[in-house]
Structures are given as structure tokens and as C-alpha cells.
């Protein structure tokens, strides 16, 4: 069983920065592509990005494209999401997914197989 622990999360006014970290228990963690998600209060889980397993790709809902960025330290079996600009709108729990197979579905939750418990992430305006 994998564990995922995410971390970094908090309060921001808008405009700010933070960054999310997600410490992977797998010793194959350099092998599984690792996605962030998102819910907000009231609505449904969302992809935010994603990145493959060499990091050779990376991927990203259109809400936030050129504000955010994913990561990986394969040595420190960690993937991070750097988010910059943030809006109140980028409010939710954020979580770490991880996908043993690589699928081409990166963007649905039905592809991964692992989660973490979430934080949150509040921008205020």
C-alpha cells in the first residue's frame, strides 16, 4: 500500500504564492505518474496536473495554466505544485494522486490508484 502525505497548504491573500509538497511511502514512486486534484466546497473533484514518471511531460487544467507548476524529486520520492498568482477562486482541498500505469486518462480520477488525505488552501481577496 502506498502512502501519500501532502503538505504546505494554508492561507494566502490573492496574488501570493504557496507550494505543495507530496511525500510518496513507495520505493517505486520514480515509476508512477503523480497528479494534484482539487475540490472546492459545493463542487466536484478536478484535475489540476499532472506529471509522468521521468518527468519528460507534464500537463494542466486551462484554470491554471501559467500560474502553476508541477514537479518531482524521484531521490526524494516527493512531487510538488508550485502555485503563483493565486485567485480566491483556486480555494478547495487539494490532493496528491498517485497512478502505477502511466495510463493516457491522467486527467480523470478514475486512473489513479493512490490518494492522499488533501489540504487546504485558502486565498482570500
Known amino acids: 500500500q502506498v502512502q501519500l502525505v501532502e503538505s504546505g497548504g494554508g492561507l494566502v491573500q490573492a496574488g501570493g504564492s504557496l507550494r505543495l509538497s507530496c511525500a510518496a511511502s513507495a520505493r517505486t514512486f520514480s515509476t508512477y505518474t503523480m497528479g494534484w486534484f482539487r475540490q472546492a466546497p459545493g463542487k466536484e473533484r478536478e484535475f489540476v496536473a499532472a506529471?509522468?514518471?521521468?518527468?519528460?511531460?507534464?500537463w494542466y487544467a486551462d484554470s491554471v495554466k501559467g500560474r502553476f507548476t508541477i514537479s518531482r524529486d524521484n531521490a526524494k520520492n516527493t512531487v510538488y505544485l508550485q502555485m503563483n498568482s493565486l485567485k480566491p477562486e483556486d480555494t478547495a482541498v487539494y490532493y496528491c494522486a498517485a497512478d502505477r500505469n502511466g495510463g493516457p486518462y491522467y486527467y480523470t480520477q478514475e486512473e489513479y490508484d493512490y490518494w492522499g488525505q488533501g489540504t487546504q488552501v485558502t486565498v482570500s481577496s
Open positions: 506529471i509522468s514518471w521521468r518527468a519528460l511531460s507534464t
